[in-house]
C-alpha cells in the first residue's frame, strides 16, 4: 500500500514539475423573475464548474470539466461531465486562441423533472496569460449537436448547428502547474 501511494504522489509531482496540468473552472450566480398566473417569482441560479487538463504539447491538451447547478426555488439541479481535446492554433507571449472539441452530459432532475442533456461539438475560446501561472479564459459559441431528452414524458429534443450568442459565453480562470 505504501509502494502504490508513494508511486501516486511521485506521478503528480513529476507532472506539476513540468508545467503541464492546469486547474480552474468557472462560476456564476445570477437572478430571474418568472411570471406565472400574474404573480413574479424570484429565483436565484448558480453555477460552478471545476475543470483539470493536462497539456500534452503546446498545441494539444485534454481535460474534463464537472459542474453543478442549482436554483433557490423550484429544487432543480443539474449534474454535468464535459471531457474534451483542445488545439491550441495560436500562441503569443500574452493570448492563446483554442478550439475545444469534446462531448458533454448533463442530468437535470426536480420532483417534476427528470432530462437528460447530450451535446458533441467544438467551442472556441481565448486564453489571456496575465502570467506564467495564471490564465483568463473565455469560451463563446457552440458548433454541434445537442439533445434533450425529458425521461418522464420520454420527448426527445435534437437540435444541429451554430450557436454564437451572449447566453454561450463563459468566462473562467485557470491555474498552470
Do not use: C
Not at 450566480?29 to 453555477?47: C, H, L, P, Q, R
Not at 442549482?70 to 500562441?91: A, D, S
Not at 423533472?113 to 472556441?124: E, I, M, Q, T
Amino acid at each position: 500500500m505504501k509502494k502504490v501511494l508513494f508511486t501516486l504522489v511521485a506521478m503528480v509531482m513529476a507532472i506539476s514539475a513540468s508545467a503541464q496540468v492546469y486547474v480552474g473552472g468557472s462560476a456564476g450566480i445570477y437572478s430571474k423573475t418568472t411570471t406565472a398566473g400574474g404573480e413574479d417569482v424570484n429565483t436565484t441560479e448558480y453555477k460552478l464548474v471545476p475543470e483539470i487538463g493536462y497539456n500534452i504539447d503546446k498545441d494539444w491538451a485534454v481535460g474534463i470539466a464537472f459542474g453543478w447547478t442549482g436554483e433557490t426555488k423550484g429544487n432543480v439541479k443539474t449534474l454535468e461531465v464535459n471531457p474534451y481535446v483542445r488545439y491550441t492554433f495560436i500562441h503569443t507571449k500574452y493570448i492563446n486562441t483554442f478550439v475545444d472539441g469534446g462531448v458533454g452530459y448533463g442530468h437535470v432532475y426536480n420532483n417534476e423533472n427528470d432530462k437528460d442533456l447530450w451535446s458533441l461539438g467544438f467551442r472556441p475560446g481565448i486564453s489571456v496569460n496575465l502570467n506564467e501561472k495564471l490564465s483568463f479564459v473565455a469560451h463563446v459559441g457552440f458548433l454541434g449537436w445537442e439533445q434533450t431528452k425529458d425521461n418522464n414524458s420520454h420527448s426527445k429534443v435534437s437540435k444541429w448547428g451554430v450557436e454564437a450568442d451572449g447566453n454561450d459565453l463563459t468566462f473562467g480562470l485557470y491555474y498552470n502547474f
